[in-house]
């Protein structure tokens, strides 16, 4: 992804809405992973002025791990989870068939395709200036809300 700047009034000005495009990138490869990630990668991130922090997880992951949550499966987000899933899978599914010259399906490439525009961790700790960070948990975030990150453990 190439930004290219906008004249407006003369002067040059980036989109900066758009979320970072090597972030991006890491993460719809994460989110077509089509095995379970234990642990995820661990990353830290700028959003809204504060950290966050966790290991990043496939997003059919993130709504299976939500499903669980309290010793018991959510409908809506069971049902989130294996839709994610499958979209998944159509998008490795695309991939496997490209690479050995078969023909791509239409709800392959719809799914090889769709925007990635949100991350998703396990474990995230929120660290509030002067407080201790927030008990881990799972977390989902805007890719375009982040204006900055790190791979590896955060603090």
Do not use: C
């Not at 809405?17 to 719809?28: F, H, K, M, N, Q």
């Not at 379970?36 to 504060?50: F, I, K, M, T, W």
Request: glycine fraction near 10%.
């Amino acid at each position: 992804m190439v930004f290219e700047p906008m004249l407006i009034g003369g002067a040059a000005h980036f989109d900066w809405a758009e979320p970072d495009g090597v972030l991006a990138t890491y993460v719809s490869q994460m989110d077509r992973l089509s095995e379970a990630v234990d642990p995820g990668v661990p990353l830290g991130l700028s959003v809204g002025g504060l950290l966050v922090s966790g290991e990043l997880i496939p997003q059919w992951q993130w709504f299976a791990e939500v499903s669980e949550l309290n010793d018991h499966e959510d409908a809506f987000y069971v049902g989130t989870a294996e839709h994610v899933k499958e979209q998944s899978d159509l998008a490795h599914a695309a991939i496997r068939s490209r690479d050995i010259g078969d023909e791509v399906t239409q709800r392959q490439y719809a799914a090889l395709m769709a925007p990635t525009r949100y991350i998703h961790l396990r474990n995230a700790r929120i660290h509030y200036p002067g407080t201790q960070p927030s008990k881990g948990r799972l977390w989902r975030g805007r890719l375009s809300e982040i204006s900055g990150w790190t791979p590896g453990a955060s603090i």
